[in-house]
T-cell receptor, first 111, second 111 residues
């Protein structure tokens, strides 16, 4: 079956670093995506990993280990506007780019 | 700016009264997706079009139908909405195998 697990909620302080973990078991794998979703809004793309290792993009970094079925999203220098849900999603279905999403981690950034 | 547009942003319908949600894109992407997202849950893929080819997810109820008359437009038809169909409906587009771009969503209320 398809299963993606991530923590339901996390809290962190402004200026700090937070790591959001994601583990997955899926029948196919075309890459691991992270999306940010503010309340009542659509998801917006943050990062994509298809090979093992760390991808860095400004304050956000994402890591993948395919053998462990594990990824994390690292957010540095947290800002209040980073309060949102962070969705881990696995691509499957060959070239058609289908995604299966985790339920998301709701991050609250406190002053 | 190239974008994904959804209309209306908010839709209220009555139990059993058919409703159509629309999505248009200026990105010229070949794949278009419809997701259903209920509160605090992951977006759930209903179906997608790869060019003109329609792909239905196995667990999508027959009550949900879709049309894609051309590359730019895609419609979601709910034939007889039930209370359980109240949700945010997200349209997304992508080029083959790449990240998906989401529209702002249509929030559907069923009375």
């Amino acid at each position: 079956g398809q299963n993606i697990d991530q923590p339901t909620e996390m809290t962190a302080t402004e200026g700090a670093i937070v790591q959001i973990n994601c583990t997955y078991q899926t029948s196919g794998f075309n890459g691991l995506f992270w999306y940010q979703q503010h309340a009542g809004e659509a998801p917006t793309f943050l990062s994509y990993n298809v090979l093992d290792g760390l991808e860095e993009k400004g304050r956000f970094s994402s890591f993948l280990s395919r053998s462990k079925g594990y990824s994390y999203l690292l957010l540095k220098e947290l800002q209040m506007k980073d309060s949102a849900s962070y969705l881990c999603a696995v691509g499957y279905g060959g070239s058609q780019g289908n995604l299966i999403f985790g339920k998301g981690t709701k991050l609250s950034v406190k002053p | 700016d190239a974008m994904v547009i959804q209309n209306p942003r908010y839709q209220v319908t009555q139990f059993g009264k058919p409703v159509t949600l629309s999505c248009s894109q200026t990105l010229n992407h070949n794949v278009m997706y419809w997701y259903q997202q209920k509160s605090s849950q992951a977006p759930k893929l209903l179906f997608h079009y790869y060019d003109k080819d329609f792909n239905n997810e196995a667990d999508t109820p027959d009550n949900f139908q879709s049309r894609r008359p051309n590359t730019s437009f895609c419609f979601l038809d709910i034939r007889s909405p039930g209370l359980g169909d109240a949700a945010m409906y997200l349209c997304a587009t992508s080029t083959t195998g790449h990240e998906q771009f989401f529209g702002p969503g249509t929030r559907l209320t069923v009375l």
